[in-house]
């Protein structure tokens, strides 16, 4: 198993953006597809968006879709997410998690990243 580290977390105002970025503590690991989540307080974990890691293709949750983009950076064994016009309702502790490749679920998880948009 390998431990996930986000970054890029913090506090804007509503409409602005952030980047987070999800770091592999092992140099290579077999993936079959990376996502993101996030929970707010008071509610339960929800699924923003995933990218299969060998061919890119992206699905996100329709709360954000069109204002968030996930990226991939084989190089950098790096995933991103991109969070433009952002709402306050996007407040929440974002979440990078990886389904290892013979997985039947995300398995691997980092340990969260606060991202704020306030009003």
């Known amino acids: 198993q390998v431990e996930l580290v986000e970054s890029g977390g913090g506090l804007v105002q509503a409409g602005g953006s952030l980047r987070l970025s999800c770091a592999a503590s092992?140099?290579?690991?077999?993936?079959?597809?990376m996502a993101w989540f996030r929970q707010a307080p008071g509610k339960e974990r929800e699924f923003v968006g995933s990218?299969?890691?060998?061919?890119?293709?992206?699905y996100y949750a329709d709360s954000v879709l069109g204002r968030f983009t996930i990226s991939r950076d084989y190089a950098m064994n790096t995933v991103n997410l991109q969070m433009n016009s952002l709402r306050p309702e996007d407040t929440a502790v974002y979440y990078c998690?990886?389904?290892?490749?013979?997985?039947?679920?995300?398995?691997?998880w980092g340990q969260g990243t606060q991202a704020t948009a306030s009003s």
């Open positions: 092992a140099r290579t690991f077999a993936r079959h597809s």
């Open positions: 990218m299969r890691w060998a061919n890119g293709d992206t």
């Open positions: 998690a990886a389904q290892r490749v013979g997985s039947s679920n995300y398995d691997a």
